[in-house]
């Protein structure tokens, strides 16, 4: 069996989702997030189990910033993002299906402090010899260090950007591309086969 963990990088896919399957609810979100992670290890050939999938993210933010536009401080807390974006994370944790899986739900960290944390447990995961291979959601070239330091400790390092184009120095460092994400055609939706 071949133990896979699935590293999310949250701000990442929450755009490219969105892109691809159009606006949805908060729990709708949460739902599809766990369908589409455990398509990578129901289509694994191999035979994968799953170690634990990884979310990484920060909260929204809360405070009141000034709106030059409108010329008058606008509270973010009460925005309709910041609502949605609660109560999409609070989904993460409470789902039943979600909440063995999802044990590592990053908070209260700028984007470049989640960055950072993915670029640690992809390390740690490697070093320990915790799993045989990594599934990455993301599309960021910052993890280029992380997956050349996983492949040289002989971890299979997939990544998987959801059809959003990378760049060349990250294409060069990985084992693998695959993706779950549909073409976008006028008719697709996330439930049709691929």
Request: net charge positive.
């Amino acid at each position: 069996m071949l133990r896979t963990a699935i590293l999310v990088d949250g701000a990442f896919y929450r755009k490219r989702a969105y892109h691809l399957f159009g606006n949805k609810t908060p729990i709708e979100r949460a739902r599809e997030l766990s369908a589409y992670c455990h398509r990578h290890i129901k289509d694994e050939k191999e035979g994968a189990s799953l170690y634990r999938v990884f979310y990484y993210d920060c909260p929204p933010m809360n405070k009141q910033v000034y709106h030059p536009l409108l010329k008058k401080a606008i509270d973010l807390g009460k925005s309709t993002d910041y609502i949605w974006a609660n109560d999409f994370l609070r989904n993460l944790n409470i789902k039943e299906n979600l909440r063995s899986g999802w044990a590592d739900w990053q908070k209260n960290r700028p984007q470049k402090g989640v960055d950072m944390r993915i670029g640690v447990d992809i390390s740690s995961l490697a070093f320990k010899k915790q799993v045989e291979q990594i599934i990455l959601i993301s599309g960021d070239s910052d993890f280029v260090p992380a997956a050349k330091q996983a492949r040289r400790e002989g971890i299979d390092f997939i990544l998987d950007p959801m059809r959003s184009p990378i760049k060349d120095d990250l294409f060069e460092h990985i084992d693998g591309m695959r993706t779950k994400a549909p073409k976008i055609t006028s008719a697709t939706t996330f439930d049709q086969p691929q």
